[in-house]
Nanobody, 123 residues
Framework: QLQASGGGSVQAGDSLRLSCAVS????????VGWFRQAPGKEREFVAA????????QHADSVKGRFTISRDNVKNTVYLQMNRLKPEDTAVYFC??????????????????WGQGTLVTVSS
């Protein structure tokens, strides 16, 4: 089970950190990720990584501004979002799967989804 939190309304240039509590069994081969969906648009890939901490991947649109990480002790995945832009406004979903997929950027590659948390960035 995945439970996302940390969304809110901020100004352009501000930072936010999203959290995703992961319950149930995880292993170094478990994959975790973040997707987002803006109003009227399809869900798109943001970031993903192996639970072991290796192979972090970020979408080009957020590279250098967003960072995915995880805390093994707290069983939590984070998405640190810096220098936010109005185009980052979306509902953000955390996701998980057993094993790593080379198609990590596709929604169909992921088995488990959290409920989403809304991020609104105003100019």
């Amino acid at each position: 089970q995945l439970q996302a939190s940390g969304g809110g309304s901020v100004q352009a240039g501000d930072s936010l950190r999203l959290s995703c509590a992961v319950s149930g069994r995880t292993s170094n081969n478990f994959g975790v990720g973040w997707f987002r969906q803006a109003p009227g648009k399809e869900r798109e890939f943001v970031a993903a990584m192996r639970w072991s901490g290796g192979y972090p991947q970020h979408a080009d649109s957020v590279k250098g501004r967003f960072t995915i990480s995880r805390d093994n002790v707290k069983n939590t995945v984070y998405l640190q979002m810096n220098r936010l832009k109005p185009e980052d406004t979306a509902v953000y979903f955390c996701t998980g799967r057993v094993g790593w997929s080379v198609a990590y950027y596709e929604t169909s590659a992921w088995a488990y989804w959290g409920q989403g948390t809304l991020v609104t960035v105003s100019s």
